[in-house]
């Protein structure tokens, strides 16, 4: 379910970010390195970000950073970052540590990718083990095991 648009190249652990902008670039990163989106891609989501505010955060902990699929995405691909110190995306705003970096090329393909990190992130189990992972393969096996349960 989740393997389909997840790799576990697409996985990685950082130390810390400097700040909001910085954290969506580390996120992106490995979908850019991998053609999977543009640099416009990662442009079209600081412009969102500066318009609407960090729409993206969406638990204590997790932000699922995105934008249109209209701005340079190539494949629907996720890249999960872990941040060993957290990131605010606004000032009175919860410590994000979990980026889930999301490129769709159209309105449908990544539906099950969806469904799949709701029910991770529905289940408060499955965030400490990611939050607890020493590698990338750590990250990807908790989120194919929890996508299977």
């Not at 053609?35 to 729409?55: I, R, S």
């Not at 701005?71 to 629907?76: I, S």
Request: hydrophobic share 40%; proline share 3%; aromatic share 6%.
């Amino acid at each position: 379910m989740i393997d389909t648009i997840l790799k576990e190249k697409h996985c990685v652990i950082k130390d810390s970010v400097r700040d909001w902008k910085e954290a969506i670039h580390v996120a992106l990163e490995p979908l850019i390195q991998d053609g999977c989106c543009t640099e416009e891609y990662e442009k079209a989501v600081f412009k969102n970000t500066e318009e609407y505010g960090a729409y993206y955060v969406l638990t204590d902990d997790m932000a699922l950073i995105h934008a249109s699929n209209e701005a340079g995405v190539n494949d629907t691909q996720l890249a999960v970052t872990v941040l060993k110190k957290p990131v605010h995306f606004t000032e009175d705003g919860p410590d994000v540590r979990i980026l889930i970096a999301l490129c769709a090329k159209d309105s449908t393909s990544h539906m099950e990718g969806m469904m799949a990190i709701a029910n991770i992130f529905g289940d408060d189990g499955n965030v400490q083990p990611i939050l607890d992972a020493k590698s990338g393969k750590e990250i990807y096996d908790v989120f194919l095991n929890a996508s299977e349960s």
